[in-house]
Protein backbone atom coordinates (compact mmCIF):
# COMPACT_ATOMS: atom_id res chain seq x y z
CA UNK A 1 0.00 0.00 0.00
CA UNK A 2 2.52 2.04 0.06
CA UNK A 3 4.41 2.32 -3.35
CA UNK A 4 4.71 5.19 -5.35
CA UNK A 5 6.13 6.72 -8.33
CA UNK A 6 6.24 4.07 -10.91
CA UNK A 7 7.37 1.05 -8.51
CA UNK A 8 4.16 -0.60 -8.72
CA UNK A 9 4.55 -0.88 -12.35
CA UNK A 10 7.66 -3.47 -11.96
CA UNK A 11 5.51 -6.53 -10.99
CA UNK A 12 3.49 -6.29 -14.10
CA UNK A 13 6.95 -6.00 -16.20
CA UNK A 14 7.85 -9.52 -14.61
CA UNK A 15 4.78 -10.74 -15.18
CA UNK A 16 4.48 -10.14 -18.94
CA UNK A 17 8.22 -10.97 -18.86
CA UNK A 18 7.20 -14.35 -17.28
CA UNK A 19 3.95 -14.87 -19.76
CA UNK A 20 6.34 -14.10 -22.84
CA UNK A 21 8.91 -16.66 -21.58
CA UNK A 22 6.30 -19.34 -21.08
CA UNK A 23 5.55 -18.83 -24.55
CA UNK A 24 9.06 -19.20 -25.60
CA UNK A 25 9.59 -22.30 -23.37
CA UNK A 26 6.47 -24.39 -24.30
CA UNK A 27 7.21 -23.71 -27.97
CA UNK A 28 10.86 -24.40 -28.04
CA UNK A 29 8.93 -28.17 -25.93
CA UNK A 30 6.67 -28.72 -28.41
CA UNK A 31 7.06 -26.79 -31.63
CA UNK A 32 3.98 -25.07 -31.55
CA UNK A 33 4.85 -21.90 -31.07
CA UNK A 34 1.59 -20.01 -32.00
CA UNK A 35 -0.54 -22.06 -29.35
CA UNK A 36 2.71 -21.85 -26.83
CA UNK A 37 2.07 -17.97 -26.89
CA UNK A 38 -2.19 -18.77 -26.97
CA UNK A 39 -2.39 -20.95 -23.74
CA UNK A 40 0.30 -18.65 -21.66
CA UNK A 41 -2.29 -15.54 -22.91
CA UNK A 42 -5.16 -17.36 -21.98
CA UNK A 43 -3.62 -18.53 -18.41
CA UNK A 44 -2.60 -14.38 -18.02
CA UNK A 45 -6.13 -13.40 -18.86
CA UNK A 46 -7.74 -15.69 -16.49
CA UNK A 47 -5.82 -14.05 -14.11
CA UNK A 48 -6.42 -10.95 -14.33
CA UNK A 49 -10.17 -12.08 -14.63
CA UNK A 50 -9.31 -13.50 -10.98
CA UNK A 51 -8.25 -10.25 -9.98
CA UNK A 52 -11.06 -8.36 -11.50
CA UNK A 53 -13.42 -10.77 -9.22
CA UNK A 54 -11.67 -10.56 -6.40
CA UNK A 55 -11.89 -6.43 -6.60
CA UNK A 56 -15.80 -6.44 -7.10
CA UNK A 57 -16.56 -9.06 -4.66
CA UNK A 58 -14.38 -6.43 -2.10
CA UNK A 59 -16.52 -3.82 -3.60
CA UNK A 60 -19.68 -5.27 -3.42
CA UNK A 61 -19.10 -6.23 0.53
CA UNK A 62 -18.27 -2.57 1.42
CA UNK A 63 -14.85 -2.14 0.33
CA UNK A 64 -13.65 -2.52 4.21
CA UNK A 65 -9.52 -2.10 4.80
CA UNK A 66 -9.88 -5.02 6.56
CA UNK A 67 -11.00 -7.30 3.92
CA UNK A 68 -8.36 -5.85 1.32
CA UNK A 69 -7.62 -8.00 -1.56
CA UNK A 70 -3.84 -9.79 -1.00
CA UNK A 71 -2.56 -7.69 -3.66
CA UNK A 72 0.76 -5.81 -5.42
CA UNK A 73 1.40 -4.01 -8.47
CA UNK A 74 -0.51 -2.29 -9.91
CA UNK A 75 -3.62 -4.20 -7.98
CA UNK A 76 -2.70 -2.99 -5.21
CA UNK A 77 -2.46 0.54 -6.28
CA UNK A 78 -5.88 0.51 -7.46
CA UNK A 79 -6.64 -0.50 -4.38
CA UNK A 80 -5.01 2.56 -2.68
CA UNK A 81 -6.84 4.88 -4.70
CA UNK A 82 -9.87 3.65 -3.83
CA UNK A 83 -9.89 3.05 -0.42
CA UNK A 84 -8.12 6.66 -0.55
CA UNK A 85 -11.00 7.80 -2.34
CA UNK A 86 -13.70 6.37 0.48
CA UNK A 87 -11.63 8.18 3.20
CA UNK A 88 -11.92 11.23 1.37
CA UNK A 89 -15.29 11.26 0.54
CA UNK A 90 -16.14 9.56 4.35
CA UNK A 91 -14.77 13.09 5.54
CA UNK A 92 -16.92 15.47 3.35
CA UNK A 93 -19.67 13.51 4.49
CA UNK A 94 -18.69 13.96 8.04
CA UNK A 95 -18.64 17.79 7.46
CA UNK A 96 -21.68 18.07 4.77
CA UNK A 97 -23.84 16.08 7.67
CA UNK A 98 -21.73 18.59 10.57
CA UNK A 99 -22.80 21.69 8.61
CA UNK A 100 -26.18 20.72 7.63
CA UNK A 101 -26.79 19.86 12.12
CA UNK A 102 -25.44 23.45 12.71
CA UNK A 103 -27.46 24.48 9.76
CA UNK A 104 -31.02 23.04 11.37
CA UNK A 105 -29.89 24.14 14.68
CA UNK A 106 -29.66 27.56 13.59
CA UNK A 107 -33.11 27.46 11.56
CA UNK A 108 -34.95 25.54 14.49
CA UNK A 109 -33.60 28.30 17.04
CA UNK A 110 -34.73 31.26 14.81
CA UNK A 111 -38.11 32.91 16.33
CA UNK A 112 -39.81 32.98 13.05
CA UNK A 113 -41.45 30.25 11.12
CA UNK A 114 -38.97 28.80 8.57
CA UNK A 115 -40.27 26.89 5.70
CA UNK A 116 -37.65 24.64 2.96
CA UNK A 117 -39.28 24.87 -0.64
CA UNK A 118 -38.96 22.82 -3.74
CA UNK A 119 -39.35 24.19 -6.91
CA UNK A 120 -42.78 22.70 -6.88
CA UNK A 121 -43.72 24.77 -3.66
CA UNK A 122 -44.03 21.42 -1.88
CA UNK A 123 -42.62 21.85 1.89
CA UNK A 124 -39.38 19.57 2.25
CA UNK A 125 -38.50 20.71 5.54
CA UNK A 126 -39.48 23.44 8.29
CA UNK A 127 -38.70 24.07 11.72
CA UNK A 128 -40.86 24.22 15.75
CA UNK A 129 -41.86 27.30 15.24
CA UNK A 130 -44.16 26.63 12.17
CA UNK A 131 -46.05 24.24 13.56
CA UNK A 132 -47.07 27.01 16.31
CA UNK A 133 -47.19 29.61 13.89
CA UNK A 134 -48.55 28.48 10.70
CA UNK A 135 -49.99 25.10 11.96
CA UNK A 136 -47.75 23.09 10.18
CA UNK A 137 -46.95 19.30 10.60
CA UNK A 138 -44.00 18.04 8.91
CA UNK A 139 -44.62 14.37 9.38
CA UNK A 140 -48.06 14.65 7.11
CA UNK A 141 -47.36 17.76 5.60
CA UNK A 142 -44.08 17.39 3.86
CA UNK A 143 -44.42 17.20 0.15
CA UNK A 144 -47.73 19.00 -0.26
CA UNK A 145 -47.71 22.06 -1.50
CA UNK A 146 -48.14 25.33 0.58
CA UNK A 147 -50.82 26.91 -1.50
CA UNK A 148 -53.09 23.68 -0.48
CA UNK A 149 -52.68 24.83 2.54
CA UNK A 150 -52.76 28.44 2.92
CA UNK A 151 -55.45 29.59 0.46
CA UNK A 152 -54.14 32.92 0.37
CA UNK A 153 -54.54 35.41 -2.46
CA UNK A 154 -51.58 37.45 -1.62
CA UNK A 155 -49.03 34.53 -1.36
CA UNK A 156 -50.11 32.57 -3.93
CA UNK A 157 -49.11 35.53 -6.08
CA UNK A 158 -46.18 35.97 -3.79
CA UNK A 159 -45.03 32.25 -4.69
CA UNK A 160 -45.98 32.86 -8.77
CA UNK A 161 -43.41 35.65 -9.06
CA UNK A 162 -40.66 33.93 -7.01
CA UNK A 163 -39.15 37.03 -5.92
CA UNK A 164 -37.90 38.51 -2.46
CA UNK A 165 -40.50 40.04 -1.18
CA UNK A 166 -42.25 40.58 2.14
CA UNK A 167 -46.37 40.93 2.68
CA UNK A 168 -48.63 41.30 4.98
CA UNK A 169 -51.21 39.24 5.97
CA UNK A 170 -53.85 37.99 8.71
CA UNK A 171 -53.88 34.01 9.83
CA UNK A 172 -55.72 32.22 8.17
CA UNK A 173 -56.48 30.36 11.46
CA UNK A 174 -56.67 33.29 13.61
CA UNK A 175 -57.40 36.76 11.97
CA UNK A 176 -56.57 38.63 15.25
CA UNK A 177 -52.84 37.29 14.27
CA UNK A 178 -51.21 39.52 11.95
CA UNK A 179 -48.11 37.89 9.48
CA UNK A 180 -45.69 39.22 7.58
CA UNK A 181 -44.21 36.61 5.47
CA UNK A 182 -41.08 36.65 3.12
CA UNK A 183 -40.48 34.78 0.62
CA UNK A 184 -36.36 34.17 0.00
CA UNK A 185 -35.20 32.09 -3.54
CA UNK A 186 -31.33 31.10 -2.95
CA UNK A 187 -31.24 28.23 -5.83
CA UNK A 188 -33.88 27.35 -9.02
CA UNK A 189 -35.51 24.71 -6.83
CA UNK A 190 -35.04 25.79 -3.41
CA UNK A 191 -36.45 28.52 -1.78
CA UNK A 192 -37.19 29.69 2.08
CA UNK A 193 -40.36 30.51 3.12
CA UNK A 194 -40.40 33.14 6.34
CA UNK A 195 -42.97 33.97 8.45
CA UNK A 196 -43.07 36.18 11.53
CA UNK A 197 -45.86 37.37 13.98
CA UNK A 198 -46.66 41.51 13.55
CA UNK A 199 -49.81 41.34 15.92
CA UNK A 200 -47.92 43.77 17.81
CA UNK A 201 -46.60 45.97 15.63
CA UNK A 202 -49.58 45.90 13.87
CA UNK A 203 -52.04 46.69 16.89
CA UNK A 204 -49.40 49.94 17.76
CA UNK A 205 -49.73 51.16 13.92
CA UNK A 206 -53.36 50.92 14.50
CA UNK A 207 -53.49 52.83 17.56
CA UNK A 208 -51.41 55.57 16.16
CA UNK A 209 -53.41 55.87 13.39
CA UNK A 210 -56.90 56.17 15.41
CA UNK A 211 -55.24 58.34 17.84
CA UNK A 212 -53.84 60.95 14.69
CA UNK A 213 -57.21 60.73 12.87
CA UNK A 214 -59.25 61.51 16.11
CA UNK A 215 -56.90 64.32 17.09
CA UNK A 216 -57.16 65.93 14.48
CA UNK A 217 -61.04 65.14 14.18
CA UNK A 218 -61.63 67.12 17.37
CA UNK A 219 -58.82 69.81 16.68
CA UNK A 220 -60.64 70.70 13.83
CA UNK A 221 -63.65 71.65 15.18
CA UNK A 222 -61.84 74.23 17.97
CA UNK A 223 -59.57 75.58 15.57
CA UNK A 224 -61.86 76.52 13.20
CA UNK A 225 -63.90 78.62 15.78
CA UNK A 226 -60.76 80.09 16.60
CA UNK A 227 -60.15 80.86 13.12
CA UNK A 228 -63.01 82.55 13.00
CA UNK A 229 -62.73 84.81 15.70
CA UNK A 230 -59.45 85.97 14.46
CA UNK A 231 -60.93 86.52 11.15
CA UNK A 232 -63.83 88.86 12.68
CA UNK A 233 -61.12 90.84 14.66
CA UNK A 234 -58.94 91.12 11.58
CA UNK A 235 -61.78 92.76 9.99
CA UNK A 236 -62.88 94.94 12.92
CA UNK A 237 -61.32 98.45 11.82
CA UNK A 238 -61.51 99.56 15.41
CA UNK A 239 -58.75 97.06 16.29
CA UNK A 240 -55.77 98.84 17.00
CA UNK A 241 -52.36 98.43 15.16
CA UNK A 242 -50.42 97.03 18.36
CA UNK A 243 -53.25 94.02 18.23
CA UNK A 244 -53.16 94.16 14.71
CA UNK A 245 -50.12 92.45 14.07
CA UNK A 246 -50.64 89.67 16.28
CA UNK A 247 -53.89 88.87 14.94
CA UNK A 248 -52.51 88.64 11.84
CA UNK A 249 -49.75 86.33 12.80
CA UNK A 250 -51.96 84.05 14.93
CA UNK A 251 -54.47 84.20 12.09
CA UNK A 252 -51.82 83.04 9.86
CA UNK A 253 -50.85 80.26 12.55
CA UNK A 254 -53.96 78.83 12.66
CA UNK A 255 -54.27 78.77 9.05
CA UNK A 256 -50.90 76.78 8.93
CA UNK A 257 -52.82 74.23 11.81
CA UNK A 258 -55.99 73.75 9.61
CA UNK A 259 -53.73 72.67 7.16
CA UNK A 260 -51.77 70.10 8.78
CA UNK A 261 -54.84 69.14 10.20
CA UNK A 262 -56.43 68.36 6.58
CA UNK A 263 -53.71 66.32 5.35
CA UNK A 264 -53.34 64.55 8.83
CA UNK A 265 -56.92 63.54 7.91
CA UNK A 266 -56.19 62.97 4.26
CA UNK A 267 -53.14 60.54 5.02
CA UNK A 268 -55.83 58.74 8.18
CA UNK A 269 -58.05 58.13 4.97
CA UNK A 270 -55.74 56.77 2.83
CA UNK A 271 -53.94 54.71 5.21
CA UNK A 272 -57.37 52.71 6.74
CA UNK A 273 -59.12 52.51 3.46
CA UNK A 274 -58.49 50.68 -0.07
CA UNK A 275 -58.74 51.56 -3.53
CA UNK A 276 -62.14 51.17 -4.99
CA UNK A 277 -61.57 49.33 -8.52
CA UNK A 278 -65.01 49.26 -9.46
CA UNK A 279 -65.47 53.15 -8.87
CA UNK A 280 -62.35 54.02 -11.08
CA UNK A 281 -62.57 56.21 -13.77
CA UNK A 282 -60.34 57.22 -17.09
CA UNK A 283 -58.83 60.66 -15.44
CA UNK A 284 -56.77 63.49 -17.70
CA UNK A 285 -53.82 63.58 -16.01
CA UNK A 286 -52.65 66.08 -18.70
CA UNK A 287 -55.60 68.06 -19.11
CA UNK A 288 -55.20 68.43 -15.07
CA UNK A 289 -51.21 69.48 -15.44
CA UNK A 290 -52.34 72.72 -17.66
CA UNK A 291 -55.44 73.57 -14.76
CA UNK A 292 -52.79 73.35 -12.15
CA UNK A 293 -49.79 75.00 -14.02
CA UNK A 294 -52.27 78.06 -14.82
CA UNK A 295 -53.45 77.89 -11.55
CA UNK A 296 -49.58 78.57 -9.84
CA UNK A 297 -48.80 80.07 -12.72
CA UNK A 298 -51.55 83.29 -11.87
CA UNK A 299 -50.60 83.29 -8.63
CA UNK A 300 -46.38 82.66 -8.85
CA UNK A 301 -44.87 86.04 -7.49
CA UNK A 302 -41.92 84.73 -8.43
CA UNK A 303 -42.26 83.64 -12.15
CA UNK A 304 -41.04 80.16 -12.17
CA UNK A 305 -40.97 79.29 -15.42
CA UNK A 306 -42.89 75.69 -16.38
CA UNK A 307 -42.00 73.75 -19.28
CA UNK A 308 -44.41 71.39 -19.83
CA UNK A 309 -44.37 68.14 -21.99
CA UNK A 310 -47.67 66.74 -22.22
CA UNK A 311 -48.93 63.55 -23.70
CA UNK A 312 -52.41 64.23 -24.16
CA UNK A 313 -54.06 60.45 -25.32
CA UNK A 314 -52.50 59.05 -22.76
CA UNK A 315 -54.49 58.64 -19.13
CA UNK A 316 -54.88 56.70 -16.83
CA UNK A 317 -57.18 54.93 -14.57
CA UNK A 318 -57.88 55.58 -11.00
CA UNK A 319 -59.34 57.92 -8.24
CA UNK A 320 -59.31 61.92 -9.96
CA UNK A 321 -59.25 63.50 -6.50
CA UNK A 322 -56.48 61.57 -5.49
CA UNK A 323 -54.52 61.97 -8.51
CA UNK A 324 -54.74 65.81 -9.21
CA UNK A 325 -53.76 65.65 -5.65
CA UNK A 326 -50.37 64.06 -6.43
CA UNK A 327 -49.61 65.96 -9.17
CA UNK A 328 -50.59 69.30 -7.31
CA UNK A 329 -48.37 68.05 -4.56
CA UNK A 330 -45.18 67.76 -6.65
CA UNK A 331 -45.80 70.97 -8.87
CA UNK A 332 -46.32 72.69 -5.50
CA UNK A 333 -43.15 71.78 -4.20
CA UNK A 334 -40.75 72.29 -7.25
CA UNK A 335 -42.51 76.18 -6.90
CA UNK A 336 -42.38 76.70 -3.29
CA UNK A 337 -38.61 75.08 -2.67
CA UNK A 338 -37.06 76.56 -5.71
CA UNK A 339 -35.66 79.88 -5.86
CA UNK A 340 -37.46 82.75 -8.35
CA UNK A 341 -37.13 82.10 -11.99
CA UNK A 342 -35.85 78.47 -11.50
CA UNK A 343 -37.04 76.17 -14.66
CA UNK A 344 -39.31 73.32 -14.02
CA UNK A 345 -40.07 70.65 -16.49
CA UNK A 346 -43.25 69.17 -16.23
CA UNK A 347 -43.70 65.44 -18.07
CA UNK A 348 -46.62 63.49 -18.46
CA UNK A 349 -45.78 60.33 -21.45
CA UNK A 350 -45.54 56.72 -21.32
CA UNK A 351 -42.09 54.67 -20.79
CA UNK A 352 -40.60 52.31 -22.58
CA UNK A 353 -42.20 49.71 -20.23
CA UNK A 354 -45.58 50.73 -21.32
CA UNK A 355 -45.98 52.67 -17.36
CA UNK A 356 -47.23 56.11 -17.47
CA UNK A 357 -45.21 58.86 -16.12
CA UNK A 358 -45.83 61.98 -14.32
CA UNK A 359 -42.41 63.86 -14.03
CA UNK A 360 -41.42 67.06 -12.06
CA UNK A 361 -37.85 67.71 -12.76
CA UNK A 362 -36.16 71.69 -11.41
CA UNK A 363 -32.64 73.18 -11.60
CA UNK A 364 -32.89 74.11 -7.73
CA UNK A 365 -30.49 73.50 -4.99
CA UNK A 366 -31.35 69.79 -4.89
CA UNK A 367 -30.97 67.55 -1.48
CA UNK A 368 -28.48 65.85 -0.13
CA UNK A 369 -28.09 61.79 -0.65
CA UNK A 370 -29.21 61.46 3.10
CA UNK A 371 -32.39 63.07 2.92
CA UNK A 372 -33.56 61.01 -0.17
CA UNK A 373 -34.89 57.68 1.53
CA UNK A 374 -36.63 60.55 4.34
CA UNK A 375 -38.49 62.58 2.54
CA UNK A 376 -41.59 60.36 2.69
CA UNK A 377 -41.77 60.30 6.24
CA UNK A 378 -44.25 62.62 7.87
CA UNK A 379 -43.13 65.86 8.81
CA UNK A 380 -39.81 65.32 7.70
CA UNK A 381 -37.82 68.36 6.53
CA UNK A 382 -34.75 68.51 4.79
CA UNK A 383 -34.25 72.01 6.02
CA UNK A 384 -36.45 73.19 8.92
CA UNK A 385 -36.24 76.93 8.76
CA UNK A 386 -36.26 76.87 4.61
CA UNK A 387 -39.30 75.14 5.02
CA UNK A 388 -41.23 76.45 7.64
CA UNK A 389 -40.78 79.91 5.64
CA UNK A 390 -42.28 78.12 2.59
CA UNK A 391 -45.38 77.30 4.28
CA UNK A 392 -45.37 73.93 3.42
CA UNK A 393 -46.86 70.81 6.09
CA UNK A 394 -44.48 68.29 5.90
CA UNK A 395 -47.31 65.86 4.70
CA UNK A 396 -46.99 66.42 1.08
CA UNK A 397 -44.91 63.87 -0.20
CA UNK A 398 -46.20 61.11 2.30
CA UNK A 399 -49.67 61.46 0.64
CA UNK A 400 -48.18 61.58 -2.40
CA UNK A 401 -46.37 57.99 -1.70
CA UNK A 402 -49.87 56.83 0.07
CA UNK A 403 -51.68 57.23 -2.97
CA UNK A 404 -49.18 55.87 -5.42
CA UNK A 405 -48.75 52.90 -2.76
CA UNK A 406 -53.22 52.96 -3.55
CA UNK A 407 -52.49 52.82 -7.47
CA UNK A 408 -49.85 50.24 -7.56
CA UNK A 409 -47.25 52.51 -8.24
CA UNK A 410 -44.27 54.13 -7.21
CA UNK A 411 -42.56 57.10 -6.59
CA UNK A 412 -39.26 57.57 -7.98
CA UNK A 413 -36.85 60.54 -6.16
CA UNK A 414 -33.69 61.66 -7.69
CA UNK A 415 -31.83 64.68 -6.51
CA UNK A 416 -28.20 65.79 -6.48
CA UNK A 417 -26.92 69.00 -4.56
CA UNK A 418 -26.58 72.38 -7.00
CA UNK A 419 -28.17 70.14 -10.21
CA UNK A 420 -31.96 70.00 -8.77
CA UNK A 421 -34.14 67.09 -8.20
CA UNK A 422 -36.43 64.81 -10.03
CA UNK A 423 -39.63 63.33 -8.40
CA UNK A 424 -41.57 60.81 -10.56
CA UNK A 425 -44.99 59.33 -9.81
CA UNK A 426 -44.98 55.97 -12.32
CA UNK A 427 -48.17 54.33 -12.38
CA UNK A 428 -48.62 50.33 -13.62
CA UNK A 429 -48.76 49.46 -17.32
CA UNK A 430 -52.33 47.93 -16.00
CA UNK A 431 -53.89 51.29 -14.81
CA UNK A 432 -53.16 53.45 -18.64
CA UNK A 433 -55.23 54.39 -21.09
CA UNK A 434 -54.52 55.63 -24.49
CA UNK A 435 -57.04 57.32 -26.50
CA UNK A 436 -57.11 57.75 -29.91
CA UNK A 437 -55.81 61.27 -31.41
CA UNK A 438 -59.11 62.26 -32.52
CA UNK A 439 -60.57 62.06 -28.79
CA UNK A 440 -57.33 63.90 -27.62
CA UNK A 441 -57.44 66.22 -29.46
CA UNK A 442 -61.29 67.09 -29.03
CA UNK A 443 -60.26 67.08 -25.39
CA UNK A 444 -57.59 69.22 -25.09
Known sequence: MTQSGQNYWSPERWRFLLVVFSGVLGGAISGYWQASFIVALLVYIVWLLYKLQQLHSWLEQGGKITHTPDNNGIWERITYHILNTKKQSTIRKQRMSSLLKRFQGIITSLPYATVVLNGKNEIDW?????????????????????????????????????????????????????????????????KLLIARDISERVHLQ??????????????????????????????????????????????EQSSRMQDIIEDLLTLSRLENSELNENRLTEINVAQIVETLCSNEQSLDENAHKLIKQLDHSLMIKGNELEITSVCANLIHNAIRYTPAGTKINIIWRENRQGEAVFTVADKGEGIGPEHISHLTERFYRVDKGRSRDAG???????????????????LYIQSRLGQGSTFSAIFPQNFTVRRSSKESSTVA
Open 126 to 190: ANKTSSSLLRLNLKTDRGQRIENLFRVPKLHKLLEKNKQKEIEISSPYNPQIKLAIQLIPIEKDL
Open 206 to 251: EMRKNFIANASHELRTPLTVIAGYLEIMHADEALPDSLRIAVESAS
Open 392 to 410: GTGLGLAIVQHIMQRHGGR
